[in-house]
């Protein structure tokens, strides 16, 4: 049976450490002038999203142009930031291991549905290391639509185009660890896997209604079944 593998990034496969919300505040400064005296909450939100809710908090109008500025920004600086992330960060448990053996099995393609935009996804993941095992081109991310439930359709869509693949919703797996990656999934209609290594525990990503939900990824064995159900 043949599965598509819809990672997140930031909390399931890596931590990236405090690098890419300092890169975020430089941005945001750099555009409007205005150094964020607090932060919003970022977890399983597009980095879009993210810029336009503090344009949002310091009352900033005309977003689209600085929404812009700011991603580009954004982009250039964390690719600058890549050996801080390295020494600052951590791929997160069992991940290694399983990209490994998922990347041996001919019948599971792994992609990436994120909020971060495309660059800076290849950013975190090269950091690591564990960016050759990802088909970038059919993956979705933040920089297609600020509305991260709205990324599923726009992946499957790729991987017909471009890889001429048509999966049935069961076929498909979006990996994260928040309750913005299930609401993705639902609004998507494929199936979720849940990982507390994020900000969210596993009694909150439970609450969230999360169909399979495990403390981390470090039981390969156990996410190798999980996936191949």
């Known amino acids: 049976m043949a599965r598509l593998l819809l990672w997140d990034i930031d909390g399931t496969l890596v931590n990236a450490g405090n690098v890419a919300a300092e890169v975020f505040d430089q941005a945001f400064e750099e555009v409007t002038g205005i150094r964020p005296a607090e932060r919003v909450r970022m977890s ?5 999203q993210i810029a336009t809710e503090y344009l949002e908090m310091y009352g900033l109008v005309d977003q689209s142009e600085l929404l812009e500025r700011i991603m580009e920004l954004l982009a250039r ?3 600058n930031q890549q050996a801080l992330i390295a020494e600052h960060g951590e791929v ?3 991940v290694a291991e399983l990209l490994v053996h998922l990347s041996c099995e001919d019948s599971v393609t792994q ?3 994120t909020g971060n935009i495309l660059p800076n996804a290849y950013v975190k993941l090269a950091a690591f290391g564990i960016d ?4 970038y081109e ?3 991310y933040g920089s297609d639509d600020i509305d991260r439930t709205k990324l599923v359709p726009i992946a499957l869509e790729r ?3 471009l890889r001429d693949r048509h999966y049935a919703p069961d ?3 979006i990996i994260g660890d928040s309750e913005n990656d299930l609401r993705c999934a639902r609004a998507g209609g494929v199936r979720c896997l849940l990982v507390a290594t994020g900000r969210s525990s596993v009694v909150e990503l439970r609450g969230f209604g999360g169909e399979v939900v495990v403390e981390s990824l470090r039981d390969v064995d156990a996410i190798l079944e999980v996936l191949a159900r």
Do not use: C, E, M, Q
Not at 132 to 135: K, T, V
């Open 44 to 48: 399983g939100k597009t980095d879009p």
């Open 77 to 79: 600086n964390l690719a």
């Open 92 to 94: 997160l448990p069992g």
């Open 111 to 113: 992609s990436l549905l």
């Open 132 to 135: 050759h095992y990802f088909d």
């Open 138 to 140: 059919i993956g979705a």
């Open 159 to 161: 991987s017909r185009r």
């Open 171 to 173: 076929d498909v797996w």
